[in-house]
């Protein structure tokens, strides 16, 4: 027997997964390298031991382990595992001990066999034993991924709509239905980038986890909407919620003074399965929406306010630059005989035609020095930027396509789409000039302001170029003393 398990222990020491023998008196004799590593105890404490002495490092007591079971005692502790499985002489199992693996505990696959002598007797059983923690958090994670949104941790759409289904099975009536949407998303990640529109659908989604219970079901359903199924709750109690919502999202704000956050709700409830629950969060995203259109103008505008703050606050190093810019353009468009109508868009031009710089980062923005090529062509995007948050908010809507315009050339060399002549709009054809007369006038980091008479000769020089020639000898002949 001796010489059967010195050959048997030469072949565990090389297999990777913590192994050990007893034999049938349930006293260890064999307890391999790789189970010294995983308990800590070294075979020469543990061999020759019995009285379930191995399950120790493992439970913290002495408890039956696979290999009793498979030597037919404590049948009574198959229970103790997560599942057992038996396929012949052998057994297999998972569970959870509780006192390995520096204090986290140690999920487990094992398995237990019966070893035999050359007579065919059963001399004791073999168990390897596998920590298998990281597949099962790779598993959770799989398995919370599939009914979770990343970014907020709520629930996402997949696991929302099978929500509907279960709990309308269930008839938890009366059920209702919240729709959420984030007002001015777009907006926000236009202006400020993608990481502060994450950071608003977080707050969000944590102002919503906080106003329901444990068995509603808050999700995220789409990239800036929200919804919330309430089983056992009626209209009053679903209406009351919205109420809190908005309430909170207030809160939040006071909080939060930067970028504000306001969500549209749509409420519907379902007093019995007469209808779907389907049809029930149709209805509720309608109302949302119906309700969006009737205050589309507040949040945005809210947003837009913090959008100027924002510029005003970069304004080129040079305090004043909108006002001086505004004052230019609007000698010039009435010298030109401008409308009344386009006048006013002029001036919010002027304020609003730099929107997209927002979205050039800083460090190219305030630059003392030449900029590079790619760092110009990171500054030619502005156009773009700008116009997109325009185009998405009704207050500047009207100079979506002007601010696209702004740094296009008479001549056609200008960006981004490279327009010529009158296909420029006379606005952006007026800003072009008033913008780089402005420019010129004032200091920047890397150079100082030239005389108003020197500005004059460089934008008569670069008439049919870059302005429009018409325009410049409007411009050239305006007093001083308005421009």
Known sequence: MRKNERYLESILNFLPDATFAVDTERRVILWNRAMEVMTGIKKEEILGQGDYAYAMPFYGKKRPLLVDL????????????????????????????????????????????????????????????????????MMERLKYLGTHDVLTGLYNRAYFEEEICRIERSRLFPVSIIVGDLDGLKLVNDAFGHAKGDELLCRA???????????????????DEFAVI????????????????????EKDNLEHPGIPLSISLGVVTAEDSSLSLEDVFKEADKRM?????????SPRSAIVGVLKAALAERDFLARGHAERLKKVACSLGEAAGLPAAEMDDLCLLAEMHDIGKIGVPDHILFKPGRLTDEEMEEVKRHPEIGYQIALVSPDLASVAELILQHHEWWDGRGYPRGLQGEN?????????????????????PYRQAVSKETALAEIKRCAGIQFDPRLVEIF????????
């Open 70 to 137: 498979l030597l037919g005692n404590g049948k009574e502790w198959e229970k103790e595992y997560d599942k057992v499985q038996r396929r012949g002489d052998v057994l297999f199992g998972e569970g959870y001990a509780s006192c390995i693996g520096e204090g986290e505990g140690l999920y487990f696959w094992t398995a237990a066999s019966l070893l035999y002598d050359e007579q065919g007797n059963v001399i004791g059983a073999v168990q390897c034993i596998r920590d298998v923690g990281e597949r099962r958090k």
């Open 205 to 223: 989604a944590k102002i919503l986890v906080g106003e329901f219970r444990a068995g509603d079901v808050v999700a995220r359903v789409g990239g």
């Open 230 to 249: 309430l089983p056992q709750t009626d209209k009053e109690s679903a209406e009351r919620a919205c109420f809190r919502i908005r309430e909170a999202a």
């Open 289 to 297: 929406y119906r309700g969006k259109l009737v205050r589309n103008t």
């Open 424 to 444: 420029i709009n006379i606005l952006g054809r007026i800003i072009t000039i008033a913008d780089a007369y402005e420019a010129m006038t004032s200091d920047r």
């Open 476 to 483: 050239i002949e305006l007093p001083l003393s308005l421009i």
